[in-house]
């Protein structure tokens, strides 16, 4: 997102996701109907911003490596250095225990792809049980199968923005960002739910 | 083709080929019976110049990483810069609608591979639904057979030159580039006659 | 910063700094007698985005290769990709008019070295007339003197943060982030003076 | 040139550029008063296209690594293979003669700085008897010095284009490509008067 | 195991491995209830120096490509110099006989691997037959498992540490120690006692 | 085997190869009853030597990237520069034809592999129709067997040394280097056969 | 020291060195009048682990990339990790106070090129005020000026070893390595002195 | 000269070296007067072939990195694995003792300048008492000069073919070999009376 669409600091925004913006101060333009641009990095940076000051913690230069498990249930991460992995260094990692997990790691789904090459047979909540792959690119669908796959796809382990359609096998999303901040409100309020016993 | 053959800087046409070059303006030395060769670097750039003045828009720094698609038909191309995918940067792409996509990538078929691999169970006129793969050289065959499987593979997208026979599965061309223009030229035939409404 | 000292993603900083973080809203934690840590994440994003919203603009992915001049006066900067610049092609560049032009690039003083070696025999208002070069850590003497460093040292041409130290020829700033803040609030105030008519 | 300016594939255009241009066969839209823009990829192959059918050859995938020189007199160029140098590979060159050589390297003035760097104590005519080195971007000065700048600086040995400001010590050229185009065409005088036997 | 967990320098080890440490003479300082921290440095290196002056002989700069094989039976390895492998070189190898050979490469299990890959059809005594390759991290059930599936799984090669889940396809261990140390005295009784004519 | 037995510049040898290296004239020295070594630069420089003064050509520089086919027959070799390989450009090959390829690549048998991906359904002479793929080492029957399966495997397609080995699905050969020679001329005699009409 | 002379895993030592080596419990095999081999990894781990053992604590997986000064004193190291130097990351340092700080790193005399670099005009105790460089290799006379040129060579800050011949200007010790851990000794005998109030 | 010119695996030689070639039977092609080709893989294997066979020994995959010095006078060299050099690692070298050392290490004149650079000062027996640099291509100069150059420029250290030029500040060679070839007989010349007590 930091570059905004092609490298040109600018992100567009449909009229979906205006009022989640608005709630944490970004500016808004509206280009045409229904559309907005926003500059990049007041969005990124005020998203974090605000997401820090709301109470999460973000751990920079450290990477997740592989999962946690327990009795079929995803229950936390295996942490390294972000620099001993681009340094190919062997370096024994940490632990963290979680009660969700959630892959945001877009096209790649990186800690999904772990945890079915690891977990054989684990079967997750997705048409064909396993990872359906990102199909090509048709934007309306995209955006709309991206908010809709993010859920559970296995006990503990949550997916959301790109990630959910990949894992799923849905439609890659346009150069339209609204879904993707959609999807990560929906996980954020489905891990809510289950930490306070709802879900 | 910049180098010509093994960086000789010269390329050798057969006869099919002569007219369409005449007709741009590169000249052609015959070499034996039915055979010419041609200046490299005057064969590519008048190539490219006289196209561009015929109206193309050749968008140089600029690759396709995926497809549009749209209810089984692709509809155009994701884009990206071509230095950030060498600087292995993660910036977001736009894309570019189009009627026609043509996949003339040479061995690697780029575009058909990553519209393959991204919506299966999706099917080509080719004989066996897929991608053929290119043969071993046999350069009389290589030549007829890159015309004949220069077509529409699937709806929206055509394939050209060793795209097409590597997509087809027939025998790659040896260091003669006549067949290569002539499937050029069969592939714009093949477009104007759908965006007139013929094809 | 991103990274805090040594990747544990806390900063420290002194007393002097703390009205210019709070007044955009970073929280600090007292540590001990006139020093408070904070989360590296909430202060850079937090310092982004206000510097956004209170009317900067900052170009993502764009490096400034070299300087406009005019009669002895830095008058703006010639920015390429960086993408480019990563992947090592050559593509021509653009420019942007400046009325002053701040190196605030670090270690690197990358603005700065790029002036001085293509416009010999330029002069600046260091004790060499050249850059002094930073000198080893000594964070007492660094903090205070990153500070008084921060000015313009050629016409249209200021240095701010570890860039004025090491233009100067002073000692380097310890691993605490204070001084490199009221050195960025200074050059600001000197350019508003500037552009208002004062400086 | 490929790139246009900033990869944005377009070319900026004096006035006095204009005639050259037209000559060829580029086609220019005026932007603003003296100032016209053109496509990148016509510029480019249409020069080359014209310079070849006009009898220059060009040898792709060759660099020059030395020069011949014999008695104060640089005579000739040794060659090898582009693919060699970047391999990394340790293969013989072969050479050419040549009444004239120009190094028209851009901004590194590669023929030059090797000749310097192996026959000291040669001087060039330039203000230092040396190379002067490129001065940061004063466009205005530069468009005019590139002409003025390109000539013979040792017996045998031209400069044209950016190495002829760079290695004049004048400044560097803006993002316009007049100048370059008219140094180019005032050291094909050069050579033919000499050639002809009047320069 | 040099870093400790994550370059913090301390390794966390178990109840089970104290006496084992001790006999050695590596100090341990207790945490909590069953476990202690011992220095990564002091542990590596006073292990190494105790197996040495044991009588085994550690070959440095050396890499194992191959095993030796003979009906059906693994009887040494295929050396070469770790220097050349990283150099990329191709140099003919030298080989060393063995009536046993353990693969405690840990999560690569090189050596397992060359030999299944090259040998099919054999059969180890794994559950599958093959690699079962190694589960995401469940430490209680890693430490006991390592201890567990130690042991030959093809006559002359045996198994040990980390190599030991990952080619029985059980639980990744934890950051604790105390379970390879504890695998590693359980493959060198299980050879101690083969060449003594028990096993 | 320029390095000999691991970077030690000596090459072992066995009785049945040494009429063979006598021929040529590499001095050999006994070991061990039906053991010698040679000087491994020596032996390779001697070798090469005579094969050329043999009447042989040896391209340096060149490699083979691709086979010429022809009614299920192999008949000659796609070239282009090693150079142009290693630097990653794309430069049009050319060919040459031959009425017996041999493919003594070693482990890698680089051309049978490229015959067999790009001309499938085509059949092996060997056990499997495929390739066998080379087993760990047994130096005894390696060296047996890498003369037992130096052959034609498919019209115009000869294997030998290693290359046979792995092809056939055998054992690796020790580091002893007269089997590989007597591969080498068993080859040769097929060949000449084949060229005189008897094979 | 890991590989031992030219990865052959033993090091040679002279009769001075013995003590210190049998002190420890280094195993020796006299080879000639005067000097005995020792197994490297024996050496190295054994050495290693003693030092820790008698109180050192060594810093795995940290670099140190510059010195902390105050008033013409060394007084402390500015470290990093290592892996964040490997991957190139832009990471603030933390900083350790030191009484005496030692440049043990060889050829390479890192710490005392840096602090030389970026402390002009300090001046050391060395014939040249400089650094003298490493003259060739003349064994007996490295041998013995190793251990003399140990020493304070700025005040706080030591050299020992190799880097103690490279920054006088003293021969290149030979592949014997008796005189380096004298060296060590010597430094550790005047760092002991000077911590007492002795030296 | 394995790739002879430019990658064509032909050398020329002139009339001065036919004797030298033919008498270690290299076949020669006259092309015109007083000129020969020769084979580059003949050339280079039969030469070294019948070095070894002379007596010489050529030792594989090691590196010079430095000389051994005393009192004024080269007398041996300290080497090093080249893979261990390529691989980046660090292990300790060892050395061999020699009366005389020769540098035939071409352009880059590698022992030369390692000598010179760690034994200031040194003077060499050149013009500039240091290395002169070799100049650009005038072959006619550079054939005679580089056997003029051959000698020994230091107590132990002598020079031959490009090195020989390179350090004296002679001109480059041209692409013909018949030069080198006699620097090197004369070399062993000047050696073979230093050996037998009359050099």
Known sequence: MWGGGMMFNELVLQEEARPLLEEIGVRLQPIYEGYYTADAIETV??????TVKAGATIFNCISAEDVLVRENQVCGLVLS????EIAGLH????TIRAKCV?????HDIEVVKVFLRK??????TTPTGGIGGERSMWAEMGERDT??????????LFVSGMAATATHGAFRMGPIFGGM??????VAELIHQRLSGEG
Chains 1, 2, 3, 4, 5, 6, 7, 8 share one sequence.
């Open 45 to 50: 940076t005020t998203l974090a911003s605000q």
């Open 81 to 84: 250095w972000t620099a001993v």
């Open 91 to 94: 370096v024994d990692p940490l």
């Open 102 to 106: 959630v892959d945001a790691t877009g």
């Open 119 to 124: 977990n054989q047979p684990a079967t997750l």
């Open 147 to 156: 908010v809709a796959h993010t859920k559970e796809i296995y006990p503990g």
């Open 181 to 186: 901040f959609l999807s990560g409100k929906k």
